[in-house]
Every structure is written in C-alpha cells, then in structure tokens.
Nanobody, 126 residues
C-alpha cells in the first residue's frame, strides 16, 4: 500500500479549469495503476478517470470525457487530473486511489483500489 495526498482543489467559476495533484510517499507508486473518484453532495462516490501504471492507458467516465485529462509523472510519484470546462455538476470531493496490485491497467471499480487519499474539495459556482 501507498500513502497518497491530494492537492489543487478550490473554488472556480463554471467554465474554468483546475489541476489536481496526487503525490505518493513511496517510490513504488510508479508500479500501481491509479484513479480519481469523486463524491458530490448527497451522492455516491463515482469513478472519474484511471491510468495504467505506465501511463500508456487511460479511461474516463462519460461525464468527463473530453474535458478532463489524467496523467502521471512516475519520476515525481505524482498523478494529475487536469479539469477544463468545469460545470456545477463537477462539484465534489475528489480522491485519488492506487491499485491493490502492481502492473495493472486500471479500472473504474472502487474495490480494485487499496490505497486512498483524504480527498480535495472542488467547488464550481454557476
């Protein structure tokens, strides 16, 4: 397991952009697929985007496809979520997660992730 810490959340107007970062304290983070999930007010946690351990494969929820981009810098033990054209519906606590096992491509299923950060609040004003 790895320890994860998110940053970059905040208040932004609709149509604006934010970039979230998720930094791991362990160098082994580079071997784990990672993902971003979010939980809006009064909603269940939902999948946002995932990236394979190498960064070669990415996956997105339909609701963010074309607006959000997930990427990683394994030399910096960091996964990013670039969010553009933000909508009020994107308001949520965003959490990053790392896979239970190394070498996988990533999924949209919460149960496949064994390490979680505390989350960072993103609020989009309309």
């Amino acid at each position: 397991q790895v320890h994860l810490m998110e940053s970059g959340g905040g208040l932004v107007q609709a149509g604006g952009s934010l970039r979230l970062s998720c930094v791991a304290s362990e160098r082994t983070f580079s071997r784990y697929a990672s993902a971003w999930f979010r939980q809006g007010p009064g909603k269940e946690r939902e999948f946002v985007a995932a990236i394979s351990w190498s960064g070669a494969s990415t996956y997105y929820a339909d609701s963010v496809k074309g607006r959000f981009t997930i990427s990683r810098d394994n030399a910096e033990n960091t996964v990013y979520l670039e969010m553009n054209s933000l909508k009020a519906a994107d308001t949520a606590v965003y959490s990053c997660a790392a896979d239970w096992f190394t070498g996988r491509v990533g999924t949209d299923t919460m149960a496949d992730y064994g390490s979680w950060g505390q989350g960072t609040q993103v609020t989009v004003s309309s």
